[in-house]
């Protein structure tokens, strides 16, 4: 088959997980093309959207018989923008993993694929990445692997909206504790939007790295 893959963000951590799932696909026996512009996408039997800032028009998504998007929520529940890190701020350790049909509406399509994966509630950001990435890559192979004996069903149910994300919302609060705190720590990145206080008329940075030694 012809498989298309567009990833239009630059610093996704999803990147890292593109060789392994190229490789897969072609030594399966597939024609991948892998694109980050969604006006280079080329006509074919599938297009996997992943970490994709665009939402595509009639004509793009025309171009290919499916086109897959895989988004960490239990849709219709969590649409919207950092759909992972807003749950696990919520508390939640149970994440699921959706793969459904993109239309022209945002994470409305119907839905092929549901499953969850489960944190312990230690895991940093990159610790979290790895597992949501391997996953990603496990939903995209196990669609290929069953198409087209594949049938999907449709969203039902009002759903939730999260919003996009920016990088004051990795400010921590002074007067809350770590413990209180402990989440938010968790899903920050201390490259791109590392946790932050203000004091004193001055902005303070603050990344956090694990000890993987166990504490007894």
């Given at each position: 088959?012809?498989?298309?893959?567009?990833?239009?963000?630059?610093?996704?951590?999803?990147?890292?997980?593109?060789?392994?799932?190229?490789?897969?696909?072609?030594?399966?026996?597939?024609?991948?093309?892998?694109?980050k512009d969604h006006r280079k996408i080329k006509k074919g039997d599938m297009?996997?959207?992943?970490?994709?800032?665009?939402?595509?028009?009639?004509?793009?998504?025309?171009?290919?018989?499916?086109n897959l998007v895989i988004h960490p929520s239990k849709l219709p529940e969590?649409?919207?923008?950092?759909?992972?890190?807003?749950?696990?701020?919520?508390?939640?350790?149970?994440?699921?993993?959706?793969?459904?049909?993109?239309?022209?509406?945002?994470?409305?399509?119907?839905?092929?694929?549901?499953?969850?994966?489960?944190?312990?509630?230690?895991?940093?950001?990159?610790?979290?990445?790895?597992?949501?990435?391997?996953?990603?890559?496990?939903?995209?192979?196990?669609?290929?692997?069953?198409?087209?004996?594949?049938?999907?069903?449709?969203?039902?149910?009002?759903?939730?909206?999260?919003?996009?994300?920016?990088?004051?919302?990795?400010?921590?609060?002074?007067?809350?504790?770590?413990?209180?705190?402990?989440?938010?720590?968790?899903?920050?990145?201390?490259?791109?939007?590392?946790?932050?206080?203000?004091?004193?008329?001055?902005?303070?940075?603050?990344?956090?790295?694990?000890?993987?030694?166990?504490?007894?």
């Amino acid at each position: 088959m012809k498989i298309n893959i567009l990833l239009d963000t630059p610093d996704s951590f999803l990147h890292d997980f593109l060789p392994d799932l190229i490789d897969k696909l072609t030594n399966r026996g597939h024609e991948v093309c892998f694109c980050k512009d969604h006006r280079k996408i080329k006509k074919g039997d599938m297009l996997f959207l992943l970490a994709c800032k665009t939402v595509l028009k009639k004509e793009h998504l025309a171009l290919n018989t499916n086109n897959l998007v895989i988004h960490p929520s239990k849709l219709p529940e969590g649409r919207g923008s950092a759909a992972l890190v807003w749950k696990i701020l919520e508390g939640g350790n149970e994440i699921f993993i959706t793969l459904f049909e993109a239309n022209e509406k945002i994470d409305r399509g119907d839905i092929y694929f549901q499953e969850s994966i489960r944190f312990e509630g230690h895991e940093l950001s990159d610790e979290i990445r790895n597992i949501q990435g391997r996953k990603t890559v496990e939903l995209v192979l196990q669609f290929v692997e069953q198409y087209p004996d594949i049938k999907a069903v449709k969203q039902t149910g009002k759903g939730s909206f999260y919003p996009k994300r920016n990088p004051d919302h990795s400010r921590l609060d002074l007067d809350k504790t770590i413990r209180d705190q402990f989440e938010l720590l968790r899903v920050v990145d201390n490259a791109r939007y590392p946790a932050f206080f203000e004091f004193r008329r001055h902005k303070y940075i603050i990344k956090i790295f694990k000890d993987d030694r166990k504490v007894e």
